[in-house]
């Protein structure tokens, strides 16, 4: 009876009173056991009795355990120095119930291996323990840890021993939580579409530069073709508008270019080749992403992981945030409050992985929640190897130093005998709520498939030299023809001014001037028609022709210098046809007149038929150049129309 008392063994109590008083009568014994509450739950269910207020100047809950040290040392009792003792303990709110109790069902896997460590020593702790939130805003860990230890005599969570907190005088104990800190991910399993893939192989910076390249360009070509056309008195190329189109074709494979002097050939080279170089560039990066996406790439250490460009997630103000920023400061990191906030940023893909504890991986990866579809995985190797444990503070004076000993011994003792691994798995076993089938993927170092953000798009700075190039050749193609405009004579340089004024003051004006060009040089082309027939008609009177010959000459060429109406369809071999039916009929009428005479006639006619096709060429031209103007004027109007 005094043994089971002292063990705090109530049940075998009761039975050993119940033998004593009721001996005779061993069968009401069950009954009155059944009777009985059950003392762990009445413990379990014990509301905290210590309210003090964190960071505060409030009572003291620790005690002094010198007078056990000194007694337990000199009889070698040192593992049951605490027998009968009371622990108070300050427990963190997110290990509690709802109602702000130790969880009688599903209790945290400290409060398990608590209980088994206090059943081994002698001492308790349900009934003499604190509540204390988790750090906020500000706060960090080590702040909260610090203050815990001064007030209580043991911190129920776990922590991690850093040499910031041994310097501070927290004592660890025997590890009993996995602390290492890992890298996890998921594999690819409902990976979103991105439906801006084919953008990927440039960054943003590259294409708002390529965008501005091509408008660039064409009007660069323009300005070429305009001042190479005034220079050489020839009809332009394009428009403005045209030009800029022409860049855009250019820039897809489609170089639709027809330069005319040095300058606009220079452009013309610049553009196609920093378009042939930038295509490349984007034909090649947009392939090796399609083959990397489809590959497996090795990930074994975090160097790795940060070499293929991974974001990764942590928990704000915890160890792991401090040992990446401090071991590894060019990872970039996706900080967030809580845990449930970065496995949330996990499985949208926020981040490629997450560091976190080995600890905390064993129960998020049975649990559906965070890994119903068991895409969550371990990757690489760890990137440190920790164990976490109960926090003491070293007290001289309060021979703290006690208190962690015990627990020490008799967490060895537990790893020993097989008891600490059988109390995680039946905590495991008991939070799993998703099965998958490799339930030892932790100890396996995984070959993961590559995120599509780990590419490296072409940057502007990758662009830089093309880029440099391409500037370098519109300026020098622009200067040759600015030097040919300054070259050019007085009266042409002021028509070019002139024009240029006018296309600054409307489009209109110059279309105009054109049209008034255009019907000017029409007139001419008619009086010169005139004058040949004037030639014609007083060179027949001097051959000594009869009157009627010349007649019919003359006849004949009036015909053929008379303008036809499908002028325009007919080609060159079609009038050379027809100018020798005319000869053959001429030939066919002076038959019967002198040789000498006949001759004579026939050169003079060969000589106006061939002035006569240097004519309708020239006509041919003209009309083609008259209509190419009237229609980009008609598309002017209906465009100012509109």
Same mark, same amino acid.
């Given at each position: 009876?005094?043994?089971?008392?002292?063990?705090?063994?109530?049940?075998?109590?009761?039975? !050993?009173?119940s033998?004593?008083?009721?001996l005779?009568?061993?069968?009401?014994?069950?009954?009155?056991?059944?009777?009985?509450?059950?003392?762990?739950?009445?413990?379990?269910?014990?509301?905290?009795?210590?309210?003090?207020?964190?960071?505060?100047?409030?009572?003291?809950?620790?005690?002094?355990f010198?007078?056990?040290?000194?007694?337990?040392?000199?009889?070698?009792?040192?593992?049951?120095?605490?027998?009968?003792?009371?622990?108070?303990?300050?427990?963190?709110s997110?290990?509690?119930?709802?109602?702000?109790?130790?969880?009688?069902?599903?209790?945290?896997?400290?409060?398990?291996?608590?209980?088994e460590?206090?059943?081994? #020593?002698?001492?308790?702790?349900?009934?003499?323990?604190?509540?204390?939130?988790?750090?906020?805003?500000?706060?960090?860990?080590?702040?909260?840890?610090?203050?815990?230890?001064?007030?209580?005599?043991?911190?129920?969570?776990?922590?991690?021993?850093t040499?910031?907190?041994?310097? +501070?005088?927290?004592?660890?104990?025997?590890?009993?939580?996995?602390?290492?800190?890992?890298?996890?991910?998921? @594999?690819?399993?409902?990976?979103?579409?991105?439906y801006?893939?084919?953008?990927?192989?440039f960054?943003?910076?590259?294409?708002?530069?390529?965008?501005?390249?091509?408008?660039?360009?064409?009007?660069?070509?323009?300005?070429?073709?305009?001042?190479?056309?005034?220079?050489?008195?020839?009809?332009?190329?394009?428009?403005?508008?045209?030009?800029?189109?022409?860049?855009?074709?250019?820039?897809?494979?489609?170089?639709?270019?027809?330069?005319?002097?040095?300058?606009?050939r220079?452009? $013309?080279?610049?553009?196609?080749?920093?378009?042939?170089?930038?295509?490349?560039?984007?034909?090649?990066?947009?392939?090796?992403?399609?083959?990397?996406?489809?590959?497996?790439?090795?990930?074994?250490?975090?160097?790795?992981?940060?070499?293929?460009?991974?974001?990764?997630?942590?928990e704000? %103000?915890?160890?792991?945030?401090?040992?990446?920023?401090?071991?590894?400061?060019?990872?970039?990191?996706?900080?967030?409050?809580?845990?449930? %906030?970065?496995?949330?940023?996990?499985?949208?893909?926020?981040?490629?992985?997450?560091?976190?504890? %080995?600890?905390?991986?064993d129960r998020f990866?049975?649990?559906?929640n !965070?890994?119903?579809?068991?895409a969550?995985?371990?990757?690489?190797?760890?990137?440190?190897?920790?164990?976490?444990?109960?926090?003491?503070?070293?007290?001289?004076?309060?021979?703290?130093?006690?208190?962690?000993d015990i627990? $020490?011994?008799?967490?060895?003792?537990?790893?020993?005998?097989g008891?600490?691994?059988?109390?995680?798995?039946?905590?495991?076993?008991?939070?799993?709520?998703?099965?998958?089938?490799a339930?030892?993927?932790?100890?396996?170092?995984?070959?993961?498939?590559?995120?599509?953000?780990? !590419?490296t798009?072409v940057?502007?700075?990758?662009? #830089?030299?093309?880029?440099i190039?391409?500037?370098?050749?519109?300026?020098?193609?622009?200067t040759?023809?600015l030097?040919?405009?300054?070259?050019?004579?007085?009266?042409?340089?002021?028509?070019?001014?002139?024009?240029?004024?006018?296309?600054? @003051?409307?489009?209109?004006a110059?279309?105009?001037?054109?049209?008034?060009r255009?019907?000017?040089?029409?007139?001419?082309?008619?009086?010169?028609?005139?004058?040949?027939?004037?030639e014609?008609?007083?060179?027949?009177?001097?051959?000594?022709?009869?009157? @009627?010959?010349?007649?019919?000459?003359?006849? #004949?060429?009036?015909?053929?210098?008379?303008?036809?109406?499908?002028?325009?369809?007919k080609?060159?071999?079609?009038?050379?046809?027809?100018?020798?039916?005319?000869?053959?009929?001429?030939?066919?009428?002076?038959?019967?007149?002198?040789?000498?005479?006949?001759? @004579?006639?026939?050169?003079l006619?060969?000589?106006?038929?061939?002035?006569?096709?240097?004519?309708?060429?020239?006509?041919? +031209?003209?009309?083609?150049?008259?209509k190419? +103007?009237?229609?980009?004027?008609?598309?002017?109007?209906?465009?100012?129309?509109?």
């Amino acid at each position: 009876l005094c043994h089971s008392l002292a063990k705090g063994r109530y049940h075998k109590s009761i039975v !050993h009173i119940s033998r004593l008083m009721l001996l005779p009568r061993k069968g009401l014994v069950p009954i009155l056991i059944l009777l009985l509450p059950n003392p762990h739950r009445i413990h379990s269910q014990e509301k905290p009795i210590f309210l003090t207020q964190k960071y505060t100047n409030g009572p003291k809950h620790r005690q002094n355990f010198c007078d056990l040290q000194e007694s337990a040392r000199r009889n070698n009792t040192l593992r049951y120095a605490l027998r009968g003792r009371e622990i108070k303990v300050a427990v963190p709110s997110f290990q509690l119930n709802e109602n702000n109790a130790i969880d009688e069902t599903e209790p945290d896997i400290a409060f398990l291996l608590l209980d088994e460590i206090a059943r081994r #020593a002698g001492f308790t702790y349900r009934n003499s323990f604190g509540v204390v939130d988790p750090p906020g805003g500000n706060e960090t860990w080590d702040d909260l840890l610090q203050w815990v230890v001064g007030t209580y005599d043991m911190f129920t969570d776990w922590s991690m021993k850093t040499p910031e907190r041994v310097a +501070e005088g927290v004592l660890f104990n025997e590890g009993w939580y996995d602390g290492k800190l890992i890298m996890v991910e998921r @594999e690819g399993v409902g990976q979103p579409y991105d439906y801006f893939f084919f953008l990927k192989p440039f960054s943003m910076g590259s294409w708002f530069v390529i965008l501005a390249l091509i408008p660039v360009s064409g009007v660069a070509y323009f300005i070429a073709d305009y001042i190479g056309s005034r220079s050489n008195d020839m009809r332009m190329e394009t428009g403005i508008q045209k030009a800029i189109c022409k860049s855009f074709f250019a820039f897809t494979g489609h170089a639709n270019f027809r330069p005319t002097n040095p300058a606009t050939r220079g452009v $013309a080279w610049s553009i196609c080749f920093t378009y042939l170089v930038v295509t490349i560039m984007y034909t090649a990066n947009l392939t090796s992403m399609f083959i990397r996406s489809k590959n497996d790439v090795y990930i074994a250490s975090m160097e790795d992981a940060i070499r293929a460009r991974y974001k990764f997630c942590v928990e704000n %103000g915890t160890l792991a945030d401090r040992v990446m920023a401090k071991i590894y400061p060019k990872a970039t990191l996706v900080h967030k409050p809580d845990m449930a %906030g970065t496995l949330e940023d996990l499985k949208e893909r926020k981040c490629d992985a997450l560091v976190t504890y %080995g600890g905390k991986f064993d129960r998020f990866k049975r649990d559906k929640n !965070h890994n119903s579809d068991c895409a969550m995985k371990w990757l690489g190797r760890a990137v440190q190897y920790r164990m976490a444990s109960f926090a003491i503070h070293d007290n001289i004076s309060l021979c703290a130093g006690l208190l962690n000993d015990i627990m $020490a011994i008799n967490l060895i003792e537990m790893k020993e005998d097989g008891t600490f691994q059988k109390i995680w798995d039946d905590f495991l076993d008991k939070h799993t709520t998703v099965s998958c089938e490799a339930k030892n993927i932790t100890k396996v170092m995984k070959t993961t498939e590559t995120k599509t953000s780990t !590419h490296t798009p072409v940057t502007v700075h990758d662009c #830089a030299g093309i880029l440099i190039l391409h500037s370098f050749l519109l300026f020098v193609a622009l200067t040759i023809s600015l030097t040919r405009f300054y070259l050019q004579p007085k009266i042409q340089k002021q028509r070019m001014i002139k024009e240029i004024l006018l296309l600054l @003051e409307g489009r209109q004006a110059l279309k105009k001037s054109t049209l008034n060009r255009l019907a000017e040089e029409v007139v001419e082309q008619e009086d010169l028609q005139v004058e040949t027939n004037d030639e014609i008609t007083t060179l027949a009177p001097s051959t000594l022709v009869p009157v @009627e010959l010349a007649t019919q000459a003359t006849e #004949a060429t009036m015909t053929a210098s008379q303008p036809l109406p499908d002028i325009e369809e007919k080609g060159e071999e079609e009038q050379e046809e027809g100018h020798k039916e005319i000869m053959t009929n001429l030939q066919d009428d002076l038959s019967g007149h002198s040789e000498e005479m006949t001759k @004579e006639i026939l050169t003079l006619r060969e000589e106006m038929l061939q002035r006569e096709i240097r004519r309708d060429v020239y006509r041919m +031209e003209m009309m083609e150049t008259f209509k190419y +103007e009237m229609e980009k004027v008609k598309a002017d109007i209906e465009k100012k129309n509109d």
